[in-house]
């Protein structure tokens, strides 16, 4: 039987496939990935996985192109009206700044 087998060296990295073990189970495939994949270079996991069990989907089954839009614009805040809403933040954080002194002054001229 065939094993497909996926590796991640690091914590964040992801898995990648590696290569295959040939064994009669899954046991055996574990302890093949781990001598034939993970001896020389470190890994954090293996995956390993049956071949019969793995599935595939092609763009043309699906009958839409994978992989996305390459427009991303919307990820950029550029279409946003902030222009009157930042103004009243900006003074509502003057009003509070000053607010703040007035009472730090109060209480040092109340205090001595």
């Not at 290569?19 to 990935?33: I, T």
């Amino acid at each position: 039987m065939r094993f497909e087998v996926f590796r991640q060296e690091k914590r964040k990295d992801y898995h990648q496939h590696v290569g295959d073990v040939h064994a009669p189970n899954m046991e055996l495939a574990k302890q093949y990935a781990q001598v034939m994949h993970a001896r020389r270079k470190p890994a954090n996991s293996l995956w390993v996985v049956p071949k019969d069990d793995i599935g595939t989907v092609d763009a043309d089954e699906m009958g839409v192109e994978m992989g996305g839009t390459t427009q991303k614009e919307y990820r950029w805040a550029t279409n946003y009206s902030t222009g009157q809403m930042a103004e009243e933040i900006e003074d509502s954080q003057r009003e509070q700044e000053d607010a703040e002194r007035e009472l730090k002054a109060s209480k040092g001229e109340g205090g001595d």
